[in-house]
């Protein structure tokens, strides 16, 4: 998936972001890899058992400050992701000056999601409604069920309504009509690319991630997953949101005729 997307860098992006875009992608997967082999050494048991050991001398002390402080970490961990993400964003759209007010409304943005979504849903809810074993034994229906809700019930119907009215929000619009509209009109381009990426994710994150470290592999996954967005971005031609605008995806006002 990395290289794959790494190749569309090449075609989409300007020659100046390439290096710093690869870069990105490369360290995300890595931090992915780093929580992966984490959630082994925290008691997980999982294929990946033997190349955590190998792999990763000690990621227990990781681990434990992730299960120990839910709360902190993930927001820690959900602000890197906003910053990194749009700080990366706006390289590759070749800003000439360093927008924070953007960057400060990802930010905010990354930590409602991983705080009021991401962590109760992965850590809380799913162990309880679909826990992955039961006496031992994996049960794959509950896996299938957990993903099937996740992306195709939660995510089309809360997480990007949400998303788009933020988005108008943090731009000084407070319609409801105009960011659903536009939700509705690139619905099918945003879920193939939230598809493409969050299935095998989920996939990964309930098989192989104990719990309490789901959210952090989750925020570490949406540092890939920031990139995704921005290609999708680019092959839509939609530019981010105008602060001083109320449509979300020109920037300019779409009450007017």
């Given at each position: 998936l990395v290289q794959k997307v790494s190749r569309r860098l090449d075609q989409l992006t300007r020659p100046g972001t390439?290096?710093?875009m690869r870069a990105h992608l490369w360290a995300s997967s890595a931090i992915a890899t780093l929580i992966t082999l984490s959630g082994v050494h925290y008691g997980a048991a999982t294929p990946l058992k033997v190349a955590g050991t190998l792999l990763s001398p000690n990621p227990l002390h990781i681990s434990q400050w992730i299960a120990n402080k839910p709360h902190q970490s993930t927001l820690a961990i959900y602000?890197?992701?906003?910053?990194?993400?749009?700080?990366?964003?706006?390289?590759?759209?070749?800003r000439r000056s360093f927008d924070i007010r953007r960057t400060a409304?990802?930010?905010?943005?990354?930590?409602l999601v991983g705080e009021l979504y991401t962590r109760?849903?992965?850590?809380?809810?799913?162990?309880?409604?679909?826990p992955t074993f039961v006496d031992g034994t994996i049960r794959w229906q509950n896996v299938v069920c957990a993903?099937?809700?996740?992306?195709?019930?939660?995510a089309p119907c809360i997480y990007y309504p949400a998303f788009y009215l933020f988005k108008s929000a943090a731009g000084g619009c407070f319609s409801v009509r105009t960011p659903l509209q536009q939700y509705r009109k690139e619905f099918w381009p945003q879920m193939k690319a939230l598809w493409s990426l969050w299935i095998p994710a989920g996939l990964i994150n309930l098989t192989m991630i104990p719990p309490p470290l789901r959210a952090a592999f989750n925020g570490a996954v949406g540092l890939i997953w920031v990139v995704i967005l921005s290609l999708v971005t680019n092959s839509l031609s939609i530019t981010d949101v105008d602060m001083d605008s109320c449509d979300v995806s020109t920037g300019h006002d779409s009450s007017e005729p």
């Amino acid at each position: 998936l990395v290289q794959k997307v790494s190749r569309r860098l090449d075609q989409l992006t300007r020659p100046g972001t390439r290096r710093e875009m690869r870069a990105h992608l490369w360290a995300s997967s890595a931090i992915a890899t780093l929580i992966t082999l984490s959630g082994v050494h925290y008691g997980a048991a999982t294929p990946l058992k033997v190349a955590g050991t190998l792999l990763s001398p000690n990621p227990l002390h990781i681990s434990q400050w992730i299960a120990n402080k839910p709360h902190q970490s993930t927001l820690a961990i959900y602000t890197l992701r906003g910053l990194v993400g749009d700080v990366v964003a706006q390289r590759m759209e070749g800003r000439r000056s360093f927008d924070i007010r953007r960057t400060a409304t990802y930010i905010t943005w990354c930590d409602l999601v991983g705080e009021l979504y991401t962590r109760p849903w992965v850590s809380i809810l799913c162990p309880r409604w679909f826990p992955t074993f039961v006496d031992g034994t994996i049960r794959w229906q509950n896996v299938v069920c957990a993903l099937a809700l996740d992306n195709f019930v939660l995510a089309p119907c809360i997480y990007y309504p949400a998303f788009y009215l933020f988005k108008s929000a943090a731009g000084g619009c407070f319609s409801v009509r105009t960011p659903l509209q536009q939700y509705r009109k690139e619905f099918w381009p945003q879920m193939k690319a939230l598809w493409s990426l969050w299935i095998p994710a989920g996939l990964i994150n309930l098989t192989m991630i104990p719990p309490p470290l789901r959210a952090a592999f989750n925020g570490a996954v949406g540092l890939i997953w920031v990139v995704i967005l921005s290609l999708v971005t680019n092959s839509l031609s939609i530019t981010d949101v105008d602060m001083d605008s109320c449509d979300v995806s020109t920037g300019h006002d779409s009450s007017e005729p």
